[in-house]
């Protein structure tokens, strides 16, 4: 089972910057797609960025521009990071994780880190 750790988040003023760090733990499966959602209060969970075994990312059309995704595979790590953050920004970002073991296929949730936008 990969379990994902997440780091990164915290408190930060309109128009500053943050990278978000997520971590896999096993090296024995093949994770496939790594990727963040947010979820502010009261909305529903959306994709922020996410990448790619084979390095294609996608991103939230609200992030375009501002946010970068990276993985170092040899790791198992992907970070997240956030330029010119606005409060709408603000929301608890979790790591997802899409991987696989011989025919099994699986995903796994990181636990969630709070990024408050505000000044």
């Known amino acids: 089972q990969v379990q994902l750790v997440e780091s990164g988040g915290g408190l930060v003023q309109p128009g500053g910057s943050l990278t978000l760090t997520c971590a896999a733990s096993?090296?024995?499966?093949?994770?496939?797609?790594m990727g963040w959602y947010r979820q502010a209060p009261g909305k529903q969970r959306d994709l922020v960025a996410r990448?790619?075994?084979?390095?294609?990312?996608n991103y939230g059309d609200s992030v375009k521009g501002r946010f970068t995704i990276s993985r170092d595979y040899a790791k198992n790590t992907v970070y997240l990071e956030m330029n010119n953050l606005k409060p709408e920004d603000t929301g608890v970002y979790y790591c997802?994780?899409?991987?696989?073991?011989?025919?099994?296929?699986?995903?796994?949730w990181g636990q969630g880190t709070q990024v408050t936008v505000s000044s």
């Open positions: 096993e090296s024995r499966y093949i994770i496939d797609t």
């Open positions: 990448i790619s075994i084979g390095g294609s990312t």
């Open positions: 997802h994780a899409d991987w696989r073991i011989a025919i099994n296929r699986e995903d796994t």
